[in-house]
């Protein structure tokens, strides 16, 4: 363990002793001789007595001199110590949410109490619900792409000088074959596309860079927009100097968060170098423009990019609350397969604040409504290679309506699996003023909730379960009112 969090235990544990015996820091001071500042200091966790003051101490509390010095922690202190020890605070770069580990030691130093609580609760949340070490991280990416509107001025900057070193036009649509010839020629690349295509238990990965070749396995289904975007990634880690990386596409575990991090860096460099930002956001305009909304003209405007629908809409995420001031917004990815009832939600972002939407890990059933949702039971009936569809929905509960605009793809490593990519906008007066199109009477306005269990709209027609969580609700409630009712009555 570090110094800093040795220094922090033994103040902890002493800010124990002393409140146990119900004594003051002044009354502390007297006991011992020692200056109030001084043990307030060493309570902070910001210094260390000597041997000879450690026995002053030890011999005024009438508590063991080994007790005093042990790193053990009781019972209400535990979870602070597995909480250092685990040094998490470490792993994290706490300096990202501008905050200084520092500040964070002093709060719990001066209410271990109330932060021994709090641990404890997310501790037990975690253990509830299966949160593992990289669900941790990944959330922590995700408050972090948040926080900034996940829009990246140094990366989109860093994209500009990279086309301009290596003279790769972005008003054209980028092909892998142009990026391959950087990875070869300037990184020492090797590609192969035979590799993994022996091992049936890779079936899911796309790619595997082994560093000390500079080789890049590739599989052998990927198309041409999932290649483009695998050796932009690639592009990425050199371009930006990015040494703790990731090997596999899509990840199998990450040891770090710094891995975290930079695999989302990397990411976000290979979506803007494959839909730049200007391009994108003069065909956006164009869309933006019209009286009603062209399916057609959004569809190319996809098209137009060598980039798959996820890129795409990923892309929007960037794009919108930069371009164009619409910071209201989600986005989801739900994984389907074909003839079964279950949809899952992989993937999801929501900037300006937590909407409706969202995952949930009580195994309640999604709003059937959903057009995300949708597209994905069409897809799966109909077998084409792409569904699209837009809807107006309305969250009654929430008072809160989103123009919403999803697509569906076939996986192509997981027979009759397929997966569904939605962007919601909220419909505010932002929005009315950017989309021309928004009153467009043909587009579909929906009723919708989260989850039935949730859901208070009575003649749902595709409604899977009853709304037992709500029914719950309304039956505490009443209760509640009745308990009112009666201690009005007899007070």
Not at 219 to 242: C, H, S, V
Not at 259 to 279: D, E, M, T
Not at 420 to 435: D, F, H, P, Y
Request: proline fraction near 3%; charge should be neutral.
């Amino acid at each position: 363990m570090e110094q800093d969090y040795i220094k922090l235990i033994f103040g902890l544990k002493l800010k124990q002793i002393r409140t146990d015996k119900n004594l003051s820091l002044f009354g502390l001071s007297k006991l011992t001789g020692l200056s109030k500042s001084y043990l307030n200091e060493i309570e902070k966790g910001k210094k260390y007595p000597k041997p000879d003051k450690i026995a002053v101490l030890s011999e005024k509390l009438d508590v063991p001199y080994d007790q005093m010095v042990s790193l053990k922690l009781d019972k209400n202190l535990a979870p602070i110590g597995e909480l250092l020890q685990s040094k998490i605070l470490k792993e994290i770069p706490l300096d990202l949410f501008g905050i200084k580990e520092s500040n964070l030691i002093d709060i719990v130093a001066n209410a271990p109490a109330k932060v021994n609580a709090f641990v404890s609760t997310i501790i037990e949340i975690a253990k509830h619900y299966n949160f593992s070490r990289e669900s941790f991280f990944l959330a922590s990416v995700r408050s972090f792409q948040e926080a900034n509107n996940n829009y990246f001025e140094d990366l989109e900057q860093g994209v500009l000088r990279f086309a301009k070193s290596y003279q790769v036009d972005l008003t054209m649509p980028i092909s892998s074959k142009e990026l391959e010839e950087i990875l070869v020629e300037e990184y020492g690349y090797s590609i192969n596309e035979n590799e993994l295509g022996k091992h049936e238990a890779l079936g899911n990965l796309r790619s595997v860079f082994v560093p000390k070749s500079k080789t890049l396995l590739l599989a052998n289904g990927i198309d041409e927009p999932q290649r483009t975007f695998i050796f932009a990634k690639e592009i990425a880690y050199n371009y930006l100097e990015i040494n703790d990386r990731l090997y596999t596409f899509p990840w199998i575990k990450f040891k770090s968060f710094d891995q975290v991090l930079n695999n989302f860096y990397a990411s976000y460099f290979a979506g803007a170098l494959i839909l730049p930002k200007a391009q994108l956001s003069t065909k956006l305009e164009t869309l933006f423009e019209r009286d009603t909304f062209d399916a057609g003209l959004f569809l190319k405007t996809m098209e137009s990019f060598n980039a798959s629908p996820e890129s795409f809409y990923q892309r929007l995420t960037n794009i919108l609350p930069k371009s164009f001031n619409i910071q209201d917004l989600f986005f989801l990815r739900f994984t389907h397969r074909a003839n079964s009832d279950k949809f899952y939600l992989k993937k999801e972002l929501h900037l300006a604040h937590q909407h409706s939407p969202r995952a949930n890990e009580t195994n309640e059933h999604y709003c059937r409504r959903w057009v995300a949702l949708k597209v994905l039971e069409d897809i799966s009936k109909s077998h084409k290679e792409h569904e699209f569809d837009i809807q107006i929905s309305n969250y009654v509960s929430d008072d809160m309506k989103y123009l919403v605009l999803s697509s569906a793809t076939r996986d192509p490593f997981r027979d009759h699996q397929y997966r569904s990519i939605t962007i919601g906008l909220l419909i505010n007066k932002q929005l009315e003023r950017k989309l021309n199109f928004l009153n467009d009477d043909r587009i579909k306005t929906q009723e919708v909730g989260v989850t039935c269990e949730r859901c208070s709209i009575m003649d749902c027609k595709v409604r899977q379960v009853p709304a037992l969580a709500l029914e719950k609700a309304y039956k505490n409630k009443k209760i509640e009112n009745i308990v009112e009712t009666l201690n009005d009555k007899f007070s």
